[in-house]
């Protein structure tokens, strides 16, 4: 009797060793060729960072916990140091990711050099500084797919704070830079609006400092400080902070280390908060197939900082202003 009949005569039987046949060749091929799946859905990211130190190692850290919790597909993350490719560009490093993130300025400018083909999104960086260096063309944009995540808070949330912590205090000083300097429009119309009189100084040179600053101090009862890197840096943090504080001025900052060193408050992101961001951009370019990203944007969360002993001397009763505290908790409460 042919296989063929003996089929016809038996199709249940028939259909059974089918079933199993087939069964057992697709299990064959999706073992031979799961690893080439595998391998198509890894998502290589490569973060290159400006600097060691700890809020750098944070950040990277938060990010790539974020990315691999619930993520759709096995991501690989390589972060190097600028200094890397700083002078050798792409020197050991690998030319294919799937989007490169760039943790500062000098990250920004290393890229710059490497000519990276992929996707960038470039964070931990003042707006400022970012638009600088788009202008003057030193921002590399793949395919015009870029965007940036600034590390500065928007000017519209630093005077929504100021009216509310310094509502008495009307006469507000502003120290400007080079780069700083581009918003200084943007700066008196949210002024105005939030009930101010803007008092502004530019300098150009670092030793240009103390003069300007001794002058504003004379015209203002409060000094609003912003990201210039002229102004604002390693080496004259202190006697910016001494200056104001024999002025009996205080100074609203934008980082920690403002807040730690002397400023009476401080409005800032923490690299956890802008790393959690940066990780939920870069799902949400995952998800949309890797075609596009959204536009720069400040960060969503952030923390408002005071400075208890500064506060004190300084005879200001921030801890028991209601609508200041409030903002506080709600900040607190949106980071976690």
Not at 53 to 63: N, Q
Not at 114 to 120: E, G, L, N, Q, R
Not at 188 to 214: C, N, Q, V
Request: charged content about 20%; proline content about 7%; aromatic content about 8%.
């Amino acid at each position: 009797m042919s296989p063929l009949f003996e089929c016809h005569r038996a199709r249940k039987s028939c259909r059974s060793h089918l079933q199993t046949g087939l069964l057992t060749a697709f299990t064959l091929l999706l073992f031979f060729t799961t690893p080439a799946v595998w391998a198509g859905n890894t998502t290589r990211i490569l973060f290159v960072s400006s600097q060691t130190s700890t809020p750098y190692l944070r950040f990277i850290e938060t990010a790539k916990r974020e990315l691999q919790v619930n993520s759709p597909s096995r991501i690989d993350i390589v972060s190097l140091p600028a200094s890397q490719l700083v002078g050798h560009p792409g020197a050991g490093v690998e030319q294919h990711y799937d989007m490169v993130v760039a943790l500062g300025g000098r990250a920004a400018l290393a890229i710059q050099q490497w000519h990276t083909k992929a996707p960038v999104l470039y964070t931990l960086i003042p707006k400022a500084t970012y638009d600088g260096l788009r202008q003057s063309g030193r921002v590399t944009c793949p395919g015009q797919v870029c965007t940036a995540l600034y590390i500065d808070q928007p000017l519209q949330r630093m005077f929504r704070i100021l009216a509310v912590a310094f509502a008495e205090r009307k006469e507000a000083g502003i120290l400007l830079g080079p780069v700083s300097g581009k918003q200084q429009d943007e700066l008196a119309t949210l002024a105005r609006k939030t009930g101010f009189h803007l008092h502004s100084a530019e300098i150009h040179k670092p030793d240009e400092l103390l003069s300007a600053l001794d002058t504003l101090l004379r015209h203002t009862s409060l000094l609003l400080a912003i990201a210039d890197p002229v102004v604002y840096n390693p080496r004259t943090a202190k006697s910016i902070l001494l200056t104001t504080y024999h002025y009996r001025v205080p100074v609203v900052a934008y980082s920690k280390a403002y807040a730690d060193a002397g400023a009476t408050l401080s409005v800032f992101s923490t690299p956890e908060q802008i790393a959690r961001q940066t990780a939920g951009i870069i799902r949400v370019f995952l998800e949309a197939g890797k075609h596009s990203l959204p536009p720069p944007a400040y960060p969503e969360n952030y923390t408002i900082r005071i400075n208890p002993h500064v506060t004190r001397s300084l005879g200001l009763k921030l801890d028991s202003n209601p609508e200041l505290q409030s903002m506080i908790k709600e900040a607190d409460h949106e980071a976690h």
